[in-house]
């Protein structure tokens, strides 16, 4: 059974960190994209960090564009997301995702893209 299991969410004020990881098993990933989706309520959910297969690219959403940090560990089929400055409107449930389209260089941002999804983890952000 595939499953990406998400930990490292929680209550932070603003300003603060949150390091969310992504824990596969069932089967590697190690030649897959991964990204990291949200969604707060009543919105969409967006794709706000993707890494491609080897890491050699990268995909920030402009809100996020030098806050957070996509990683991938692919000996251990993790991947982390490090946010860093969070501010209120960061308040969402995170998604680990990864997009089986294999050894693609390019990092595909639509929902669609992506075939496994996690349960998710909340992150909430204090004023």
């Known amino acids: 059974q595939v499953r990406l299991v998400e930990s490292g969410g929680g209550l932070v004020q603003a300003g603060g960190s949150l390091r969310l990881s992504c824990a596969a098993s069932?089967?590697?990933?190690?030649?897959?994209?991964m990204g990291w989706f949200r969604q707060a309520p009543g919105k969409e959910r967006e794709l706000v960090a993707g890494?491609?297969?080897?890491?050699?690219?990268?995909y920030y959403a402009d809100s996020v564009k030098g806050r957070f940090t996509i990683s991938r560990d692919s000996a251990k089929n993790t991947v982390a997301l490090q946010m860093n400055s969070l501010k209120p409107e960061d308040t969402a449930v995170y998604y680990c995702?990864?997009?089986?389209?294999?050894?693609?260089?390019?990092?595909?941002?639509?929902?669609?893209?992506?075939?496994?999804w996690g349960q998710g983890t909340q992150v909430t952000v204090s004023s």
């Open positions: 995702a990864a997009d089986t389209d294999r050894y693609n260089i390019a990092v595909r941002t639509t929902r669609q893209s992506y075939d496994y």
């Open positions: 069932g089967r590697t990933f190690s030649r897959d994209a």
């Open positions: 890494i491609n297969w080897n890491g050699g690219r990268t």
